[in-house]
C-alpha cells in the first residue's frame, strides 16, 4: 500500500456540516400499526426531507431506514432544513416524531461521496442522544449559524467516544414553534 505525502492528503480534508435525523419509534409503529402505517410513515419522512433538503442546497448523503444523513457546506441551511422537515413533517400528520443531531468541521472526503470523521461521529452521537422532537446542536455551529434562532444552552456533555465534554444547544420545541413552512 502506498502511503500519500501529508501535503496530497490535505486535499482529502473538508469542512463540511452534518446532521442525522431519525423518526421516533419506527418499530413500535410497524409493530402496533402493520407494515403498512410504516410504510406510509417513512414514505412521508423521505418526500419530506427531500424536498426540504433541496429547498436549503442541503444533500441527502445516506438513507439510514428510518433515518438520513444530511450534508451541506454551510450551517444556516442546514439548520433551517432540519426545522423545515420536522414542521412538515407534523403538518402532514406524520404519526412519528423526529430527532435529530447536528454537528461540523473537518474530515475525510473519500472516493468523492463518504465522509469520514469526528463531526460525522459527533452528529451521529447526538442524535442517538435527543428525544424526540429533539434537535441537539454542538454550540460551535449555532454560535456560528444561528442568530435568531430559539434555542436552549444545555451546557457541557459527555459524548460516548469523545475525550472532551461537548458543549450542546437543544433547538427542539422551542426553534420549532417559532418558524412557518414555508
Given at each position: 500500500m502506498q502511503q500519500l505525502p501529508d501535503d496530497q492528503n490535505a486535499?482529502?480534508?473538508?469542512?463540511?456540516?452534518?446532521?442525522?435525523?431519525?423518526?421516533?419509534?419506527?418499530?413500535?409503529?410497524?409493530?402496533?400499526?402493520?407494515?403498512?402505517?410504516?410504510?406510509?410513515?417513512?414514505?412521508?419522512?423521505?418526500?419530506?426531507?427531500?424536498?426540504r433538503a433541496g429547498w436549503r442546497g442541503v444533500r441527502v448523503a445516506k438513507w439510514l431506514g428510518d433515518g438520513a444523513m444530511l450534508v451541506a457546506t454551510e450551517p444556516r441551511p442546514l439548520l433551517d432544513?432540519?426545522?423545515?422537515?420536522?414542521q412538515a413533517l407534523d403538518a402532514r400528520g406524520c404519526p412519528l416524531p423526529l430527532r435529530g443531531g447536528i454537528a461540523a468541521g473537518r474530515v475525510i472526503l473519500f472516493e468523492g461521496d463518504d465522509y469520514i470523521g469526528r463531526p460525522v461521529n459527533l452528529a451521529a452521537r447526538l442524535c442517538d442522544e435527543a428525544e424526540p422532537?429533539?434537535?441537539?446542536?454542538t454550540a460551535s455551529l449555532f454560535d456560528a449559524s444561528?442568530?435568531?434562532?430559539?434555542?436552549?444552552?444545555?451546557?457541557?456533555?459527555?459524548?460516548?467516544?469523545?475525550?472532551?465534554?461537548?458543549?450542546v444547544i437543544d433547538m427542539g420545541d422551542a426553534a420549532r414553534r417559532h418558524m412557518s413552512v414555508g
Open positions: 486535499d482529502a480534508l473538508v469542512r463540511r456540516n452534518f446532521a442525522f435525523i431519525d423518526l421516533c419509534g419506527f418499530t413500535s409503529l410497524t409493530d402496533e400499526k402493520g407494515v403498512g402505517e410504516a410504510v406510509m410513515a417513512l414514505s412521508t419522512f423521505r418526500s419530506v426531507v427531500r424536498e432544513a432540519v426545522l423545515r422537515m420536522e422532537h429533539q434537535l441537539l446542536v444561528g442568530e435568531g434562532l430559539a434555542h436552549r444552552r444545555l451546557g457541557p456533555h459527555e459524548i460516548r467516544g469523545f475525550n472532551r465534554p461537548v458543549e
